[in-house]
């Protein structure tokens, strides 16, 4: 190839259009066959056969795995009469694996990733689905790599007898975007994996017992509730240990430091170019600030720490670890305090999941901080179930309040040797198998937080 053949492969790889560098080359074709071979053009027609394809392979691979919970929560929605349904969340919890399990030959599929690489536009590849397919669903993974998903969306709500489920790994994508399409779709926010999830997924046990009643009671009420419950298990105590250090879905078959280490890069390489103003430099700061967290307690950290340590501004550490919330790594938790103290008080960030927690920390060090682990699992457990927790500040206060519908209750996090002095009234969790009632304090296995949902 000559000096002109060759920059002008070099122009059309850099524009992805044919038509842009015709004009220039006689030599047309030959440049069309070696882009082709570089997998840069692809039209619609052959995009739609590439999906079908990958669905085939899909489905075998969906086939290999036990079903997550949002897979259910997908079969019933499509019997729903609502259009369409966007699930979105921490990355590698499982959500793509999901779509897998629900595929069949009828229904459509597109990966948007592959879409926004082929930078095709998703309503002329959905028409040229429709006229060789007949069929109602369409399947989309990872919408949010999608240029301009929820315009898209939007069109197909509106002009398409289509039922259509999505999802995106980019929660931050997802979350900030400001579209009509957001106030039409149902939104759901998959949680991390529960341990009533880990033991059927793991363990193939299956409980159908529910706890969300028990921590809406009084102390008293729930001890004789709790008693019912503990009657239909067996002890856990192994399991939710096992389920602290390594309960993702990823870290069945990986270990839980390369699974830790890989979302997280995933979420600052892949998420925050998403957020104005997110350059190399803080992709770097914002890792040295996951690190410093996943080492620390809960309640032994300020901001002031971070940006000592990743030595940045606090407006920085504050805007990196909003984006580790949005992208569903990260809960904070603000003070129980009036509306006024509670903007002068810095909130406590929590691992949505604590098995992220661990595997980075396990890379760093050798301790392990199993308080931490255990606070992220009961923070997260009540997040996802749907209450508000709040944290109590100051010194021998209990760690935390919990509200579901205008009923609260205050919970103190421990292991097995914790004793409730730092309780009046309330909930003991405790690492152990201790069911306990006195003085308006119930003493009950912190695992019970793992039937929440």
Known sequence: MDNKLFYLNIICLLSKKMDKISVFCPE????????????????????????????????????????RDIYFEISEMIKNKKKMFIFYGLRGIGKSISIN????????????????????????????????????????????????????LKILYDNFKLKVVCTGSSAIGIRTKNSKILRLAVFKEVPPLTFREFLRLKYKQKFDVCSKELFLSSPEDAYVKAKAILMNLPDLVAEFREYLRYGFPLAFERPIEEVADSVVAKIILDDFPEISGFNIDVSLTAR??????SLSKPDRISLSKFTDVAECSKTTASNILNAFTVASLLIPVLSERS????????????????????????????????GALREDTVVSAFKYAGFNVEYLSGEKKPDYRITYKNKSNIIEVGGPSKTPEQLDKGFLLVDSNKLDYSKGIVTLPLYLVGFLI
Do not use: C
């Open 288 to 293: 040295k600030i996951v690190n410093t967290l």
């Open 101 to 152: 399990q629900s595929l069949t030959q009828r229904s459509m599929f597109i990966d948007g990733t592959v879409l926004s690489y082929y930078d095709l536009d998703l309503i002329e590849v959905v028409n040229e689905y429709l006229s060789l397919k007949k069929t109602n669903i369409l399947f989309i993974d990872e919408v949010s790599d999608i240029k301009s998903w929820d315009k898209a």
């Open 28 to 67: 047309k074709w030959t440049i069309f066959i070696n882009l082709s071979y570089l997998n840069i053009f692809m039209d619609k027609y052959d995009f739609v056969k590439l999906m079908e394809q990958k669905k085939a392979e899909r489905i075998k691979i969906g086939k290999k795995y036990r079903h």
């Open 339 to 370: 509306s006024v103290a509670k903007l002068r008080k810095e909130p406590k960030y929590l691992f949505s999941s604590s098995a992220i927690r661990y595997g980075l920390a396990k890379h760093l060090t050798t301790y392990e901080n199993l």
